[in-house]
């Protein structure tokens, strides 16, 4: 059974770089894609971005200037960081296994998030 | 403000027969597949159905989905108590980089 686990400061200060790791187990990171999504307290989901495991990335547009995910294969582990946060950055934030089965996985939109980490709170304060 | 809209809450009492829209437009739920995920109390979100109507295994067939145009829906026959969640609603939006757009999420209250 895949297992995701986040990891990473509960608290950031305003204007630094959110730093966070989902280390996965359980199964390899190789031929999948990986994702981030976030959930700001009493509110919705919000998608961050995915990375395949190969490297390549696609983020939200309205998170690009400010997000990077990578990926590190020999520890089973992708990361993601957001730089210039602000409280409006304040959120659980869920990684999250993009997947796909049967037919048309041949395109993004056949895919989903299967696995999910259990979320870690990330609070931007001074 | 969610690119997909969902009603913020829905109820019914147990045995009852619930469904939950989701609207959305030409470039997400048009022309792609629809994702509906059931968050429970304090947990993580979990897939509920992918591609429209289908079921991954260990879901229920009280759960079932439909999509119609621009709008979808969720329904969930022999309503139960431990169904009280969150419902969200997902697709991949062609207009948005290939990104993925969420409903703004249904609160789900069994009488």
């Known amino acids: 059974q895949v297992q995701l686990q986040e990891s990473g400061p509960g608290l950031v200060k305003p204007s630094e770089t959110l730093s966070l790791t989902c280390t996965v187990s359980g199964g390899s990171i190789s031929s999948y894609y990986w994702s981030w999504i976030r959930q700001p307290p009493g509110k919705g989901l919000e998608w961050i971005g995915y990375?395949?495991?190969?490297?390549?990335?696609n983020y939200n547009p309205s998170l690009k200037s400010r997000v990077t995910i990578s990926v590190d294969t020999s520890k089973n582990q992708f990361s993601l960081k957001l730089s210039s946060v602000t409280a409006a950055d304040t959120a659980v934030y869920y990684c999250?296994?993009?997947?796909?089965?049967?037919?048309?996985?041949?395109?993004?939109?056949?895919?989903?998030?299967?696995?999910w980490g259990q979320g870690t709170l990330v609070t931007v304060s001074s | 403000q969610s690119v997909l809209t969902q009603p913020p809450s829905a109820s019914g009492t147990p045995g009852q027969r619930v469904t939950i829209s989701c609207s959305g437009s030409s470039s997400n739920i048009g022309s792609n597949y629809v994702y509906w995920y059931q968050q429970l109390p304090g947990t993580a979100p979990k897939l509920l159905i992918y591609r429209n109507n289908q079921r991954p295994s260990g879901v229920p067939d009280r759960f079932s989905g439909s999509k119609s145009g621009t709008s979808a829906s969720l329904a969930i026959s022999g309503l139960r108590s431990e169904d009280e969640a969150d419902y969200y609603c997902?697709?991949?939006?062609?207009?948005?980089?290939?990104?993925?757009?969420f409903g703004g999420g249904t609160k789900l209250t069994v009488l």
């Open positions: 990375i395949y495991y190969s490297g390549s990335t």
């Open positions: 997902a697709a991949w939006d062609d207009s948005l980089s290939g990104s993925v757009v």
């Open positions: 999250a296994r993009v997947s796909c089965s049967g037919g048309s996985c041949y395109t993004m939109i056949a895919y989903y998030f299967d696995y």
